[in-house]
T-cell receptor
Framework: AQSVTQPDIHITVSEGASLELRCNYSYGATPYLFWYVQSPGQGLQLLLKYFSGDTLVQGIKGFEAEFKRSQSSFNLRKPSVHWSDAAEYFCAVGNDYKLSFGAGTTVTVRA | KAGVTQTPRYLIKTRGQQVTLSCSPISGHRSVSWYQQTPGQGLQFLFEYFSETQRNKGNFPGRFSGRQFSNSRSEMNVSTLELGDSALYLC????????????FGQGTRLTVV
């Protein structure tokens, strides 16, 4: 069965600094990979996805992620964080008509 | 283009009651899936429907059920509510399933008292 691990429960970053959120997955074949963001009390918004092809994918709001098959990782990055990026971020693997989510990483942005 | 619409947004029910939640997918999307989100268990998959057929079901008791209508709208039902069913229930729609992008609704916040 597939699983997703997000090692960091909480990250605090200064506004304007870079951000990297880690995601490791366990899955036999090439997975469908996603990053979602959730603001308090809201649904999930898709940031980006990886299905195949170029391993560096660009998403919305200036986010990008890199798929590394050798490390079973799909880390999310943003060069310069804005206060509005404070939220919870979820990595997910898609297979068999369902998404399996990591536990999430809460990002706090300090001024 | 309208997004995924879930109704109601908030719901308070008493233990032992039953509840029905509704989800209207994005126009043209035929796959609808449901997830339960709680602080302790995180996001857990409930079930997925495509063209009125359930293609996958998560590890939840039989009290949790769902269905999809011919217009792709979906409902989920929870019978004999327990305190532990308090959660944010999220619906997602996609064109075909997990090989295509899934878009989530705002969720229904269910509180069982």
């Amino acid at each position: 069965a597939q699983s997703v691990t997000q090692p960091d429960i909480h990250i605090t970053v200064s506004e304007g600094a870079s951000l990297e959120l880690r995601c490791n997955y366990s899955y036999g074949a090439t997975p469908y990979l996603f990053w979602y963001v959730q603001s308090p009390g809201q649904g999930l918004q898709l940031l980006l996805k990886y299905f195949s092809g170029d391993t560096l994918v660009q998403g919305i709001k200036g986010f990008e992620a890199e798929f590394k098959r050798s490390q079973s990782s799909f880390n999310l990055r943003k060069p310069s964080v804005h206060w509005s990026d404070a939220a919870e971020y979820f990595c997910a693997v898609g297979n068999d008509y369902k998404l399996s989510f990591g536990a999430g990483t809460t990002v706090t942005v300090r001024a | 283009k309208a997004g995924v619409t879930q109704t109601p947004r908030y719901l308070i029910k008493t233990r032992g009651q039953q509840v029905t939640l509704s989800c209207s997918p994005i126009s043209g999307h035929r796959s609808v899936s449901w997830y339960q989100q709680t602080p302790g268990q995180g996001l857990q998959f409930l079930f997925e429907y495509f063209s009125e057929t359930q293609r996958n079901k998560g590890n939840f008791p039989g009290r949790f059920s769902g269905r999809q209508f011919s217009n792709s709208r979906s409902e989920m039902n929870v019978s004999t509510l327990e305190l532990g069913d308090s959660a944010l229930y999220l619906c997602a729609s996609s064109v075909e399933g997990t090989n295509t992008e899934a878009f989530f609704g705002q969720g229904t916040r269910l509180t069982v008292v």
